[in-house]
């Protein structure tokens, strides 16, 4: 069974920094390019993310680079989002989600909540 | 970025009726074209991919059409679990934008 599990959310200042993971089973994690799209509260859905099976090719929203590094460790079968700087639009559920052969998103986890307020 | 643009924003319907809800690319997009359904609190759910491919286990009420820059999301007849929101978006390109989404509620 494909499973995909965030962690690291929490409550954080403006201008500080959070680790999220992105823990997966039951398929072959380096043959997939992976994403992280968030969801402000009462929002909908954000694009922010995207890094390649070997990890050599990432993209990034506007929304989030240079803030943000996507990241992935093959052999421990996680994704990472490092979140620099932070701001309080960046307020939102965090998910990860696998893209399938035809680019589609296909599993999703069910997201981590990150609050940034003073 | 390639803009994604769904309509209606909200939608009122009754058990049983047939939904369509429309989305349109700002470019052509080819086939490139997914829809999602998510429910308050909940992950958001592939329903259909590449415009008109059903995911495995989506019931057959669920069915896509359409190519290039419009696209449509067709709910055969309403079922009690179908109230949600849902999100188109394009996989063309990177950014892979998603729509504003269309809220189904309840009439």
């Known amino acids: 069974e494909v499973q995909l599990v965030e962690s690291g959310g929490g409550l954080v200042q403006p201008g500080g920094s959070l680790r999220l993971s992105c823990a997966v089973s039951?398929?072959?994690?380096?043959?997939?390019?992976m994403n992280w799209v968030r969801q402000a509260p009462g929002k909908g859905l954000e694009w922010i993310s995207y890094i390649s099976g070997t990890g050599n090719t990432v993209h990034y929203a506007d929304s989030v680079r240079g803030r943000f590094t996507i990241s992935r460790d093959n052999a421990r079968n996680s994704l990472y989002l490092q979140m620099n700087s932070l701001r309080v639009e960046d307020t939102a559920v965090y998910y990860c989600a696998r893209r399938g052969t035809y680019r589609h998103y296909d599993y999703w986890g069910r997201g981590t909540l990150v609050t940034v307020s003073s | 970025d390639i803009q994604m643009t769904q309509s209606p924003s909200s939608l009122s319907a009754s058990v049983g009726d047939r939904v369509t809800i429309t989305c349109r690319a700002s470019?052509?997009?080819?086939?490139?074209l997914n829809w999602y359904q998510q429910t308050p609190g909940k992950a958001p759910k592939l329903l259909i991919y590449a415009a008109s491919s059903l995911q495995s286990g989506v019931p057959s009420r669920f069915s896509g059409s359409g190519s290039g820059t419009d696209f449509t999301l067709t709910i055969s007849s309403l079922q009690p679990e179908d109230f949600a929101t849902y999100y188109c978006?394009?996989?063309?390109?990177?950014?892979?934008?998603f729509g504003q989404g269309t809220k189904l509620e309840i009439k």
């Open positions: 039951g398929f072959t994690f380096s043959n997939y390019e």
């Open positions: 470019q052509s997009i080819s086939s490139y």
């Open positions: 978006q394009q996989s063309d390109s990177i950014p892979n934008t």
